[in-house]
């Protein structure tokens, strides 16, 4: 979607190539036609009536123009009833003719879609020749002329400014170029349909006609049509400013060396669309490069980010207190069962706990008691197997004989808090055991 500014500037460039385009060309404001459909050449000094549209939007009286192939034209009132015109064939019998009808103010209905010839030979109503001598020779003759291909035309004779005329056959219009005072060159850009014919005709500024071009035929190509020639435009200049007129090509090469030839509309887009094209992939890659390595940056700095995450994270709940695997509980010979204080095993826990110590071997120790049993024993030497260790109790026994022994408080994370029945009866189990001994 186009933005305000980008629109603005394309719809005055519009509005600029369309009046270029009114100043240049007569407007096609109606369409007109012969009454008979069948007329396929004009009988000298023969009538024929024509018709306009009935939705026409023009404004009589009406003319007819009969272009002459390499003669010169004539313009013939035809009257102002659009249901009633006529037109008489006043050229001479040989002729090959372009039509094109206008109204009262030049727009024109279209040249006819055939060149028409002129047969008979009644001179009855031939107008006479022309008092000045106006010509207008083109440079490209004998062969096909190419699309936007530039077209010159050099102008001699009569009175200065020119206007030249150029009508091509099934033209909604026909292209008038008024020169400047003083101009008698005309470099025009062919922009005619393809596989067309065209002629070309001048008048001078008393109104008098000059003699027009033979046939330019142009080629079946489309070329740079469709985008309008890329902008090149037809101009006009004076030969005395030493601008050299154009000139037909001979058969004959000039042995005197020609100046460099300017771009043909060909090689000027040839130039333009290679720049457009650099531009267009520059203004592609260094962006699309860009956002990638900004992807790229991004993914590498967030790797980082929870790597070091993963990395430093410090626990929050110590390591279990796990105790040797091969150590098992051993039986008291009094009775009691050693039940050593441990959470988790390392091997199967993923959780951070303290590591679980085991018990000396030739310690008495506090250990919850069997049903029935209210006296410690010591362990059985034959259930462990790392001698010089920490033990862990929840009691320790009064004493000098006692081994030194390390006290550090049960993990109540992961264990019931005893209630206070149960403590009492531990208590009074162990008072018991210490009295008896």
Aim: charged share 15%.
């Amino acid at each position: 979607m186009l933005n305000p500014p980008r629109y603005c500037l394309l719809l005055s460039l519009v509005i600029l190539f369309t009046q270029f385009a009114r100043s240049e060309t007569g407007q096609s404001r109606f369409f007109w036609n012969f009454a008979l459909d069948s007329i396929t050449s004009f009988q000298q000094c023969s009538d024929y009536a024509l018709v306009i549209d009935s939705g026409a939007n023009s404004t009589p009286p009406y003319y007819m123009m009969a272009w002459k192939v390499s003669g010169v034209p004539t313009v013939s009132a035809i009257g102002s009833d659009p249901n009633n015109l006529t037109w008489k064939a006043n050229q001479e019998g040989g002729s090959q003719l372009f039509v094109v009808v206008a109204d009262a103010h030049g727009n024109s209905g279209g040249v006819y879609g055939n060149v028409f010839t002129v047969t008979g030979n009644d001179e009855s109503c031939i107008p006479p020749e022309p008092s000045a001598n106006i010509t207008i020779t083109p440079n490209v003759t004998g062969r096909l002329l190419n699309p936007c291909e530039p077209l010159g035309l050099a102008i001699t004779g009569g009175t200065k400014p020119y206007s030249v005329s150029i009508a091509a056959l099934n033209s909604l219009v026909v292209t008038n170029i008024t020169l400047k005072n003083g101009d008698d060159t005309v470099t025009y850009i062919n922009r005619a349909d393809p596989s067309s014919q065209m002629v070309v005709s001048v008048s001078d500024a008393k109104g008098i006609w000059g003699t027009s071009t033979g046939i330019i035929t142009t080629s079946n190509e489309e070329g740079d049509l469709g985008v309008d020639c890329n902008g090149v435009d037809t101009t006009t200049s004076n030969s005395a400013d030493g601008i050299q007129h154009p000139t037909t090509p001979s058969s004959t090469p000039s042995p005197s060396p020609s100046p460099s030839p300017s771009p043909s509309p060909s090689e000027l887009k040839g130039e333009s669309g290679s720049k457009s094209h650099t531009i267009l992939y520059i203004a592609i890659i260094i962006p699309t490069c860009a956002l990638a390595l900004l992807i790229a940056i991004f993914f590498i700095w967030r790797c980082r980010k929870q790597n070091r995450r993963r990395g430093v994270m410090p626990a929050i709940i110590s390591e279990a207190w796990t105790g040797n695997r091969g150590v098992s509980a051993g039986i008291l010979s009094g009775g009691y069962t050693a039940v050593p204080y441990f959470v988790h095993d390392d091997a199967s826990n993923t959780n951070s706990r303290i590591p679980k110590q085991d018990f000396p071997q030739d310690s008495s120790y506090g250990m919850v008691p069997s049903p029935g049993h209210v006296h410690l024993s010591t362990l059985s030497s034959t259930n462990y197997t790392d001698k010089n260790v920490d033990i862990i109790i929840q009691h320790r026994d009064a004493g000098t004989a006692s081994p030194t022994v390390q006290e550090v408080p049960p993990p109540y994370i992961d264990q019931p808090v005893a209630s206070t029945s149960s403590r009492s009866d531990i208590t009074n189990a162990t008072g018991t055991a210490s009295s008896k001994q």
